[in-house]
T-cell receptor, first 111, second 115 residues
Framework: EDQVTQSPEALRLQEGESSSLNCSYT??????LFWYRQDPGKGPEFLFT???AGEEKEKERLKATLTKKESFLHITAPKPEDSATYLC????????????FGAGTRLAVHP | DAMVIQNPRYQVTQFGKPVTLSCSQT?????MYWYQQKSSQAPKLLFH???????NEADTPDNFQSRRPNTSFCFLDIRSPGLGDAAMYLC??????????????FGSGTRLTVV
């Protein structure tokens, strides 16, 4: 069964304190791995898509990496406005390619 | 701006009273999805439409139905809401079922409360 597990569930950082969020997955053939940001009471907002092991994508203070079993979202020198829930989702190859989400990591960055 | 719009943002309904949530899109995407997201949980796919073809997830309760009268609109009907149906309901779209590139585009969601 395709599955996505994110850790930690919640993370509290001081402004400027870099860290990483983890997304472990099991899927029968990976078509793509997606990272989304979700603010309270809002829908997920697309951040990155990764397709193959070794791939990296960057956007401002965020960098996403991918291996055959997991993905990391690295946050460098975070600011309070980076506070949100970060969701990881995978899309399996073959058949109907729905997105399977993890439960997310709730990130709080304090000044 | 092209977008996905959900109405209402907040919906309060009585236990057992039918309720309809609305989603519209200006992206002209072929596929529309409905997800249920409970507090601190992963979004769970309920069903999707590829054009006019309806696809139900195997574990979606019969209490949940959907309609897509045209490309732009999709509705989620909950026939007899129970307390366990209180959740955020997310509508999403994609150009096709492969969802490569940017994946899905989500609306802001409807927060459903059942009293």
């Amino acid at each position: 069964e395709d599955q996505v597990t994110q850790s930690p569930e919640a993370l509290r950082l001081q402004e400027g304190e870099s860290s990483s969020l983890n997304c472990s997955y099991t899927v029968s053939g990976l078509r793509g791995l997606f990272w989304y940001r979700q603010d309270p009471g809002k829908g997920p907002e697309f951040l990155f898509t990764l397709y193959s092991a070794g791939e990296e994508k960057e956007k401002e203070r965020l960098k996403a990496t991918l291996t055959k079993k997991e993905s990391f979202l690295h946050i460098t020198a975070p600011k309070p406005e980076d506070s949100a829930t970060y969701l990881c989702a995978v899309q399996a190859a073959g058949g109907y390619n729905k997105l399977i989400f993890g439960a997310g990591t709730r990130l709080a960055v304090h000044p | 701006d092209a977008m996905v719009i959900q109405n209402p943002r907040y919906q309060v309904t009585q236990f057992g009273k039918p309720v309809t949530l609305s989603c519209s899109q200006t992206l002209n995407h072929n596929v529309m999805y409905w997800y249920q997201q409970k507090s601190s949980q992963a979004p769970k796919l309920l069903f999707h439409y590829y054009d006019k073809d309806f696809n139900n997830e195997a574990d979606t309760p019969d209490n949940f139905q959907s309609r897509r009268p045209n490309t732009s609109f999709c509705f989620l009907d909950i026939r007899s809401p129970g307390l366990g149906d209180a959740a955020m309901y997310l509508c999403a779209t994609s150009r096709d079922v492969s969802a490569t590139g940017t994946g899905y585009t989500f609306g802001s969601g409807t927060r459903l409360t059942v009293v």
